[in-house]
């Protein structure tokens, strides 16, 4: 099935850092979503981005839709230990919804 | 409010037993439904959608199966379970801005261990 590329697969920071994580597509998306996911549960909405070039914010979240409407990026700024889990971008075409393979963050207190 | 219900939370089957997971979604009419499955530590694969009742798109050939038998619900099955069925199930509905459709929501997940 179709899947993103999700950079990086993992990261390792210290508590304060600034996270900053990407997806590319070949293919054109309407829609860009980021989730967050803790272990065990399922995926939980953060930022949703709907127009090309749009730039969103939800509190330390930042997320970007590119212009080619084939990528997207999220950064967190000054990283807090609850910011611990797998993070995952999503594209939506007309009617389906894939993810890229999820970036693993874990923070060094 | 929309609220989406998703069981068992888990569970464990032999190998050729037969499986039904259960999602249901409250609040809500005519969502697009999504069955995604979750191999330990990697991305969400999605395996089957739906638009509406009774429609069901297939994504990737497979040893499951997926109904639609109301507006509401949609069930994930299995004739024989094989051991590579393990993994973790994810249950989404699509919704938001009206008919838009544009943002998904999860269930909590089934965790199926095939043993």
């Known amino acids: 099935g179709q899947q993103l590329n999700q950079s990086p697969q993992s990261m390792f920071i210290q508590e304060g850092e600034d996270v900053s994580m990407n997806c590319t597509s070949s293919?054109?998306?309407?829609?860009w979503l980021w989730y967050k996911q803790d272990p065990g549960e399922g995926p939980v909405l953060l930022i949703a981005l709907y127009k090309a070039g749009e730039l969103t914010s939800n509190g330390r979240l930042t997320a970007q839709f590119g212009i080619t409407r084939k990528d997207s990026f999220l950064n967190i700024s000054a990283s807090i230990p609850s910011d611990v889990g797998i993070y995952f971008c999503a594209g939506k075409g007309a009617q389906k919804l894939v993810f890229g393979q999820g970036t693993r963050l874990t923070i060094n207190p | 409010s929309q609220t989406i219900h998703q069981w068992p939370a888990t569970l464990v089957q032999p190998v050729g037993s037969p499986l039904s997971l259960e999602c249901t979604v409250e609040g809500t009419s005519n969502p697009n439904l999504y069955w995604y499955r979750q191999a330990a530590g990697r991305g969400l694969q999605l395996l089957f959608y739906s638009v509406g009742i009774g429609q069901i798109s297939s994504e990737v050939p497979q040893n499951l199966s997926a109904s639609r038998p109301q507006d509401r619900q949609f069930i994930l099955s299995s004739k024989k379970l094989l051991l590579s069925d393990s993994g973790f199930y994810l249950c989404?509905?699509?919704?938001?801005?009206?008919?838009?459709?544009?943002?998904?929501?999860f269930g909590q997940g089934t965790r199926l261990t095939v043993v």
């Open positions: 989404a509905w699509m919704g938001g801005r009206g008919r838009e459709y544009t943002e998904a929501f």
């Open positions: 293919s054109i998306f309407n829609t």
